[in-house]
């Protein structure tokens, strides 16, 4: 009997083994597919995340365009408003210019004819009004020459330097209003 013991106890723990490996065999294949399912529904998840990022994306990007458009569109506006600001203060300016050589004409003739002025400083001018001119010009500390000639020439030249010639000539003809007549 006690090979017939051996036997039932080897069989017994056999049923044992074998329904504990079906049981854990049961369970891999449950665990397995509730992982599987799992994996499938965070597949599913991160698709819909990335679909609506990229959704998201695309519409900051669609309201960032018209922002931009809308501000250039603005721009725009405001360019074309200041161009015709500038061609309008253009036409005020001709005005201007045009009244102003119509009302002084020799000095207008004598602004485009380039006069000699440095001779008319020199005949019309002390050596201190020269150098008060220079001064209005904020020139006086660039001026050079001894003689009254010499000092006019050299107010005339650092003017045209500074580009004041037309601002020097305004002054001349406020100090000596006859100074560009005939």
């Known amino acids: ?3 017939w013991n051996f036997i039932s106890s080897f069989v017994r723990e056999l049923a044992a083994i074998t329904a504990a490996m079906a049981f854990s065999l049961w369970l891999d294949g449950r665990f397995r597919g509730r992982l599987d399912a799992l994996k499938a529904q965070n597949a599913i998840q991160t698709k819909r995340l990335e679909d609506d990022r990229d959704r998201q994306i695309r519409e900051m990007r669609a309201e960032r365009l ?8 603005e721009h725009t506006h ?7 600001e500038i061609q309008q203060l253009r036409a005020e300016l001709s005005l201007v210019v045009g009244l102003l050589t119509q009302q002084t004409p020799a000095l207008g ?3 485009s004819q380039d006069m000699n002025v440095a001779k008319l400083l020199a005949d019309l001018f002390s050596a201190e009004e020269i150098d008060l001119l220079a001064t209005e010009l904020g020139l006086q500390t660039a001026i050079t020459g001894d003689s009254l000639a010499a000092r ?3 107010l005339v030249e650092i003017a045209r330097q500074h580009n004041l010639s037309f601002r020097l000539r305004q002054l ?6 006859n100074a560009f007549a005939s």
């Open 172 to 177: 001349v003809q406020r100090e000596r209003p």
């Open 152 to 154: 006019a020439a050299s």
């Open 109 to 111: 003739a004598s602004i």
């Open 78 to 84: 405001e360019l074309a408003e200041s161009r015709a």
């Open 66 to 73: 018209r922002e931009l458009n809308e501000i250039r569109a």
């Open 1 to 3: 009997m006690d090979l």
